[in-house]
């Protein structure tokens, strides 16, 4: 699903945030990527999305080489992977329902099929009862909640999830970690940012570990490795 | 399909979000494009004067004070024997004083004028209207007729011609360096409310970018708002145009009556089937670069 090839990202300035960085992730499995601040997680999503090009080295996603995608064919990577952030990025003058059929009109869905689908994205992460609020009146779970929605709404064979607990309590950090672990198991790839040591170690999943811009662990069956 | 509508209804969201800045863009191109339609009736109007005045003067030749009637028709048959001449019209003193009267008094007889009838004022203007059948002899007929004994002067359209061509260059001149100003004031403004939408929507157009929007679902909207800011920039002139034309041709044509017969108005339905596809092709055209550029510059994927 997800290969990376040596890649190193240097931003102006020359701060390496990438340094050479190596990595499979097969279609199917849940992957934790933990590391102190700084040391290049985000980069590295931002690579995935292709919103930033690699100063060397080459990424491919389900064996299509993204230095060799045209620009027009952006967005049709970009369709093929939900992402979810810290701080939600919900649209605040927009309901619920219309933050998640907003993400079906983006890429075109027929109007008379996005209803049906936004139901059911959130039946499946349970706010079916509301959808016609909007964002601040929702706590900071729910709102997590209805961005991965929005994430999933599409379908992607791929989630990313950067940080998706950072503003969250301990209980709702980890109903959002047990849903991104059901959609997993529907089929979905998902690679997940964490500073959260406990779920990470709790999950058993496996655990990616970064530092300074190289991958400095990874472990099969859990274990927080950055101390 | 539902993309068309989704930019069309975002871009008129976004014209009413930025009321300001809209309106002055509005306003400019109205400007712009009022100073065009004006430029544009004129010219219009000069050629359908110009080609009257060519058609229906040709070369008039008038005579000495006291030249008999035999000697004018004399120097007719001279003048008609001349190769690029098609032909030669006498007028009389007494049909120039009936032409005279007719043209200033249109409605019947005025008695003052009538009472001048055994006194004509223009008893010394008989003349030979002369119709050429190429117009580019005719600056070497004027000067073969003006050698003539007993002409007085000849008066060629041609001057006439030139004098208005030239009063109408220099009318082409000032509007077009105005309104070539006002279109890159125009441009400006719909760039900078473009970029004012896009910077409002920022938050709004980073997820449309995470969730595959295409660079064209990004930019409708603003396109919309830059294209119906420009089709409402461009009717707006030309309905006001619309209904001040006729207003000023029925105002000219009372006033300068004596000048009806040169004065030939080209029909509004005329000039407006043309201004209106024109104006609005301008008006579109400035919303299209304005905002596209801004688009191209600061909305990618
Ligand atoms: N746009 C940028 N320009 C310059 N330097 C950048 C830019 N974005 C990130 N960096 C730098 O690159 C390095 C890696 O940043 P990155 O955001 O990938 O870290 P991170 O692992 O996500 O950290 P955190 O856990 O705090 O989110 C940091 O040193 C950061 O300062
Ligand atoms: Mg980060």
């Known amino acids: 699903m997800i290969a990376l090839d040596n890649v190193t990202k240097t931003y102006p300035g020359n701060v390496q945030a990438l340094r050479g960085i190596s990595l499979r992730v097969e279609k199917g499995e849940f992957v934790f990527v933990v590391g102190e601040s700084g040391s290049g997680k985000t980069t590295l999503f931002k690579l995935l999305l292709k919103e930033l090009e690699p100063t060397s080295g080459a990424i491919y996603i389900n064996n299509k080489n993204l230095g060799k995608l045209r620009r027009k064919r952006v967005p049709i990577l970009r369709r093929g992977i939900g992402v979810v952030f810290q701080d939600f990025r919900l649209l605040k003058d927009r309901t619920v329902y219309e933050n998640i059929a907003f993400a079906q009109r983006v890429v075109g869905v027929p109007a008379r099929n996005i209803r049906k689908n936004v139901m059911a994205v959130l039946a499946l992460v349970g706010l079916t009862d509301k959808a016609k609020s909007r964002p601040d009146e929702l706590s900071g779970g729910e709102q997590q909640r209805v961005a991965l929605a929005r994430a999933l709404v599409n379908n992607p064979p791929l989630l990313l999830a950067d940080e998706p607990t950072g503003n969250l309590d301990p209980k709702n950090s980890w109903e959002i970690m047990k849903l991104l672990e059901a959609i997993n198991m529907r089929g979905t790839t998902v690679l997940v940012v964490t500073h959260n040591k406990e779920i990470v170690e709790r999950m058993k999943k496996r655990v990616i570990s970064m530092d300074k811009g190289l991958i400095v662990n990874d472990e099969k069956k859990g274990g927080y490795y950055y101390e | ?301």
């Open chain 2, 1 to 301: 399909m539902s993309s068309f509508f989704y930019s069309i209804k975002q871009g008129i969201k976004n014209i009413f979000r930025n009321r300001l800045f809209s309106l002055a863009s509005i306003g400019t191109i109205t400007a712009c494009l009022f100073l065009f339609g004006v430029f544009f009736c004129l010219v219009m109007n000069f050629q359908s004067i110009f080609q009257e005045v060519e058609t229906t003067v040709g070369v008039t030749v008038f005579f000495d004070e006291g030249t008999a009637e035999d000697r004018i028709m004399a120097i007719k048959s001279d003048i008609e024997t001349l190769d690029s001449v098609e032909e030669v019209l006498y007028t009389s003193p007494e049909q120039a004083w009936e032409d005279y009267k007719e043209k200033a008094f249109p409605d019947g007889d005025n008695e003052v004028l009538t009472n001048l009838d055994n006194d004509n004022p223009l008893a010394d203007s008989a003349s030979l209207a002369v119709y050429l059948n190429d117009a580019a002899t005719q600056e070497d007929v004027v000067s073969y007729i003006e050698k003539i004994e007993n002409v007085r002067t000849v008066n060629s359209s041609q001057s006439v011609a030139d004098s208005m061509a030239s009063i109408g260059r220099l009318i082409s001149y000032v509007s077009l360096a105005i309104i070539v100003i006002l279109m890159g004031v125009a441009i400006f403004l719909i760039s900078n409310t473009v970029m004012i939408g896009v910077t409002v929507r920022k938050e709004e157009i980073a997820i449309m970018k995470y969730l595959g929007a295409t660079d064209f679902f990004v930019r409708g909207p603003f396109l919309v708002e830059g294209l119906l800011i420009g089709a409402v920039g461009s009717l707006i002139p030309v309905c006001v145009l619309y209904f001040l034309y006729d207003k000023v041709v029925e105002f000219v044509t009372e006033r300068f009556a004596i000048l009806n017969s040169i004065l030939v108005f080209t029909p509004s339905l005329e000039v407006f089937r043309l201004l209106l596809p024109v104006s609005l092709i301008i008006g579109l055209g400035i919303g299209f670069f304005g905002s596209y550029f801004t688009l191209i510059k600061h909305v990618r994927v």
